[in-house]
C-alpha cells in the first residue's frame, strides 16, 4: 500500500463558511503554475490520490480535499443534496485554503461536484478535467432515480463500508491491477462514513453533470479508463460531447484507472495543466 507516500501528506483540516473540510496538501503555490485540485468519487477519498500528489508536487500546488460527509469534512445541510451544495461547501474550502483560481480535476462523482462548480463560477475554474465522470441521473424519470438510488442505499445499509470494500473495490480496476492497487481502493473505500455515502447517493441520483457541463465555456477535457466497468467509454461519451471535446481512452485502465495507472493519469493531468498554462500571461490564462 502508499502508507509511507501518504504519511508526507497528512491529512489535516480547515475551518470554513461551510464548516470543517479535510485535506490534503502537497507543492507550493509558483506564478507560472496553476493549482490543481482534485475532488474524489463516492467510495473514496483525499488519500486516493496520494500518487498524484506525490509527482506533481514539484511544479504547483496540488490539493485532495474530503467531500463533505467524507473523513472530517461536515456533512450537507440536505439529506437528499443537489450538485450546488456541494459546490457551495468547495467554494468555501478554497477561500479558506487562498485559491482564487485552478485547474479542477473531478472523478466519477467527484465530476459532478467540479462541473456544478465551474457553472456556477466559471472565473474560478482555469480547466476542468473530468476523469470517469459520473453523469448523474438528473435528467431520466423519477422511477430510475428513485431505484438507482434506493439500490445502492440497500447495498450501503447491508454491508457497511468493510462490506463495500470487500464486495465493491474490485468493480473499480481493471483485470491488468496490481494486488498494491486493489488493496489501496478497498482501504480507501472502508474508511467511508455511511451517512457522508447516503448523501452522496442521493447527489448522484439528482445530479445532472451534461447539463452543467453545457453552462461552462472553459478549457474542459474527459477521460475514461478502456476497461472502466462503472462509467465505459460509452457512458462518457454523452458528457465529452457536451463539453465539445473530444472523449481520450486510457488503455488497461478501469473506472479508479488514477490508482492503478497513476503514472498514465498524472501525466494526462501535467498535460492537461501545462496546456493551460503555456497560454498564461502574468499568471493569468489567456
Same mark, same amino acid.
Given at each position: 500500500?502508499? *502508507?509511507?507516500?501518504?504519511?508526507r501528506?497528512?491529512?489535516?483540516h480547515?475551518?470554513?463558511?461551510? +464548516?470543517?473540510?479535510?485535506?490534503?496538501e /502537497?507543492g507550493a503555490s509558483?506564478?507560472r503554475?496553476?493549482p490543481?485540485?482534485?475532488?474524489?468519487?463516492?467510495?473514496?477519498?483525499? #488519500?486516493s490520490?496520494?500518487?498524484?500528489?506525490d509527482?506533481?508536487?514539484?511544479k504547483?500546488?496540488v490539493? /485532495?480535499?474530503?467531500?463533505?460527509? @467524507?473523513?472530517?469534512?461536515?456533512?450537507?445541510?440536505?439529506?437528499s %443534496?443537489?450538485?450546488?451544495?456541494? #459546490?457551495?461547501?468547495?467554494?468555501?474550502w478554497?477561500?479558506?485554503?487562498?485559491?482564487?483560481?485552478c485547474?479542477l480535476?473531478?472523478?466519477?462523482?467527484?465530476? *459532478?461536484?467540479?462541473?456544478?462548480?465551474?457553472?456556477r463560477?466559471?472565473?474560478?475554474?482555469?480547466?476542468?478535467?473530468?476523469?470517469?465522470?459520473a453523469?448523474g441521473?438528473?435528467?431520466?424519470?423519477?422511477?430510475?432515480?428513485?431505484?438507482?438510488?434506493?439500490?445502492r442505499?440497500k447495498?450501503?445499509n447491508?454491508?457497511?463500508p468493510?462490506?463495500?470494500?470487500?464486495?465493491?473495490?474490485a468493480?473499480m480496476?481493471?483485470?491488468? /491491477?496490481?494486488?498494491?492497487?486493489?488493496?489501496?481502493?478497498?482501504?480507501?473505500?472502508a474508511?467511508?462514513?455511511?451517512?457522508? @455515502?447516503?448523501?452522496?447517493?442521493?447527489l448522484l441520483?439528482?445530479?445532472?453533470?451534461a447539463?452543467?457541463?453545457?453552462?461552462f465555456?472553459?478549457?474542459?477535457?474527459?477521460?475514461v +479508463?478502456a476497461?472502466?466497468a462503472?462509467?465505459?467509454?460509452a457512458?462518457?461519451? %454523452? *458528457? /465529452?460531447?457536451?463539453a465539445?471535446?473530444?472523449l481520450q481512452?486510457?488503455?488497461?485502465? +478501469?473506472?479508479?484507472? @488514477?490508482v492503478?495507472?497513476?503514472?498514465? @493519469?498524472t501525466?494526462?493531468?501535467?498535460?492537461?495543466?501545462?496546456?493551460?498554462?503555456?497560454?498564461?500571461?502574468d499568471?493569468? %490564462?489567456?
Amino acid at each position: 500500500m502508499n *502508507i509511507e507516500t501518504l504519511a508526507r501528506f497528512p491529512d489535516t483540516h480547515i475551518d470554513t463558511a461551510h +464548516g470543517i473540510t479535510g485535506y490534503r496538501e /502537497a507543492g507550493a503555490s509558483h506564478p507560472r503554475t496553476l493549482p490543481v485540485v482534485l475532488l474524489h468519487g463516492i467510495g473514496s477519498g483525499a #488519500a486516493s490520490w496520494v500518487r498524484q500528489l506525490d509527482v506533481l508536487a514539484a511544479k504547483r500546488r496540488v490539493l /485532495a480535499w474530503d467531500a463533505p460527509g @467524507y473523513g472530517v469534512s461536515t456533512r450537507v445541510t440536505d439529506e437528499s %443534496p443537489v450538485a450546488r451544495d456541494y #459546490a457551495n461547501a468547495l467554494s468555501a474550502w478554497l477561500d479558506a485554503i487562498g485559491v482564487d483560481r485552478c485547474v479542477l480535476v473531478g472523478h466519477s462523482l467527484g465530476a *459532478i461536484i467540479a462541473g456544478s462548480f465551474a457553472a456556477r463560477a466559471p472565473g474560478r475554474v482555469a480547466g476542468l478535467l473530468l476523469i470517469s465522470p459520473a453523469a448523474g441521473y438528473g435528467a431520466a424519470s423519477k422511477q430510475l432515480r428513485e431505484s438507482k438510488r434506493d439500490a445502492r442505499l440497500k447495498m450501503l445499509n447491508e454491508l457497511g463500508p468493510q462490506g463495500l470494500a470487500r464486495e465493491r473495490s474490485a468493480n473499480m480496476l481493471s483485470p491488468y /491491477a496490481d494486488e498494491t492497487a486493489r488493496e489501496w481502493v478497498r482501504w480507501n473505500m472502508a474508511r467511508v462514513v455511511p451517512e457522508g @455515502y447516503a448523501q452522496a447517493t442521493h447527489l448522484l441520483a439528482n445530479a445532472d453533470l451534461a447539463a452543467d457541463i453545457a453552462r461552462f465555456h472553459g478549457r474542459i477535457a474527459v477521460a475514461v +479508463g478502456a476497461e472502466d466497468a462503472i462509467t465505459p467509454p460509452a457512458a462518457c461519451a %454523452p *458528457i /465529452a460531447q457536451a463539453a465539445h471535446v473530444s472523449l481520450q481512452v486510457i488503455p488497461r485502465a +478501469g473506472h479508479a484507472g @488514477y490508482v492503478e495507472s497513476p503514472a498514465a @493519469y498524472t501525466a494526462l493531468i501535467d498535460s492537461f495543466c501545462q496546456g493551460i498554462e503555456c497560454h498564461m500571461k502574468d499568471g493569468v %490564462p489567456q
